[in-house]
């Protein structure tokens, strides 16, 4: 029973994040509490504050949670929720096959 908590603790302590290096001025994070997304960018030592504001920026429109909270703004009733999934969704398919003609031109 003693080597099985052992070795469950070393598990366990093997998957954690906390134990895992991480580089400390490029550290991000992105932590959902109660409902509300929080986006953290830890600033390095030495590091400017332009460097780190871009990275917050960058981090905080691939959330994806200002686009949300754009549509949420105003009642959309769930006709007009899909009119606008299917709109993105040609969009990005376009922007995929647009993004795949690049790829075969580059190769020939």
């Known amino acids: 029973m003693a080597r099985l908590t052992i070795l469950l603790v070393v598990l366990v302590a093997a998957m954690a994040t906390a ?20 986006v953290e960018v830890k600033i390095g030592e030495g590091e400017p504050i332009e460097s780190a504001l871009r990275r917050f920026k960058r981090e905080v429109n691939k959330s994806g949670h200002l686009m949300d909270l754009r549509h949420k703004r105003y009642f959309e009733n769930s006709q007009d929720r899909k009119k606008r999934k299917i709109v993105q969704a040609r969009i990005r398919k376009r922007l995929e096959r647009m ?5 075969r031109q580059r190769r020939s």
Not at 28 to 35: E, F
Not at 99 to 103: E, F, G, K, S, V
């Open 19 to 38: 134990f895992a290096p991480v580089p400390l001025s490029r550290t991000v994070s992105t932590t959902a509490l109660n409902g509300q997304t929080r």
């Open 99 to 103: 993004n795949a003609r690049r790829m």
